[in-house]
Every structure is written in C-alpha cells, then in structure tokens.
C-alpha cells in the first residue's frame, strides 16, 4: 500500500528530471495534514530536505515517531533513491517554528 500521495510522488519525478537536466525545481508538499516536506536544491549539488510536523512530541529523528511516518518516509527515500539521489540516514530535528517541528536532511544529487 502506498502512503504517500500522489502530489509528492510527481514533485519529486519533477526535481529528479530537474536533477537530471542541471535545474531541479524546490517544492513544498503536504503528506498528511500533519507533516509536509520541503525540498530546496544548493549550488553545491545537493539539496536541503526539510520535514514539518506538528506534533505534541519532537524526538530526535523523524523515523521515532512511528511506523507509519516510517512507511512514508520510504516511499519518499525510495523515490528519490529510484532518480540516483541519496536520501540522509536519518532526518533530525533541527527546531520548532509556530508549533512545527523541523527534521532536515541533505539530498546528494548525481
């Protein structure tokens, strides 16, 4: 079963074809009304991968707050490991803004 939408399988085949075409496009999704992904290529050829969830806890990785963020969490990683893009071990968390914590990323792009 796939838990991620399918508004966030095609932003992400939009940034690999970008990857791949020397211009990959930023994007912001929304996976569940509680967590979004934003995504922002650097000029170093990687890009910063940031996840937002609004949630009563922030554990130090995004995989710790259970199995179904997991689920989705390798979908996403799985689509991104399908255009040649490494996906982090791990999302950490790097701070709360207006009660959404923040796990970021780096993506190293071929």
Same mark, same amino acid.
């Given at each position: 079963?796939?838990? *991620? ?8 085949d939009?940034? #690999?074809? /970008?990857?791949?075409? #020397? $211009?990959?496009?930023?994007f912001? *999704?929304?996976? !569940? @009304? ?5 995504v !922002?290529?650097?000029?170093?050829g $990687? ?12 554990? @130090?990785?995004l =995989?710790?707050? /259970?199995s179904f963020?997991?689920?989705i969490?390798? #979908?996403?990683d /799985? =689509?991104f !490991?399908?255009? #040649? ?6 999302? *950490?968390?790097?701070e709360t %803004? ?6 970021? /990323? %780096?993506l190293?792009?071929?």
């Amino acid at each position: 079963m796939n838990h *991620v939408p399918d508004a966030a399988l095609d932003a992400i085949d939009d940034f #690999g074809e /970008g990857v791949l075409t #020397g $211009t990959p496009p930023p994007f912001a *999704v929304r996976l !569940r @009304s509680d967590l979004r992904l934003r995504v !922002r290529p650097q000029a170093d050829g $990687t890009a910063c991968c940031r996840y937002e969830t609004e949630h009563t806890e922030a554990p @130090s990785t995004l =995989r710790d707050r /259970g199995s179904f963020v997991t689920t989705i969490l390798d #979908g996403i990683d /799985g =689509r991104f !490991r399908a255009w #040649g893009i490494d996906p982090p071990d791990a999302y *950490v968390y790097a701070e709360t %803004v207006d009660g959404w914590h923040r796990y970021e /990323g %780096v993506l190293r792009c071929p």
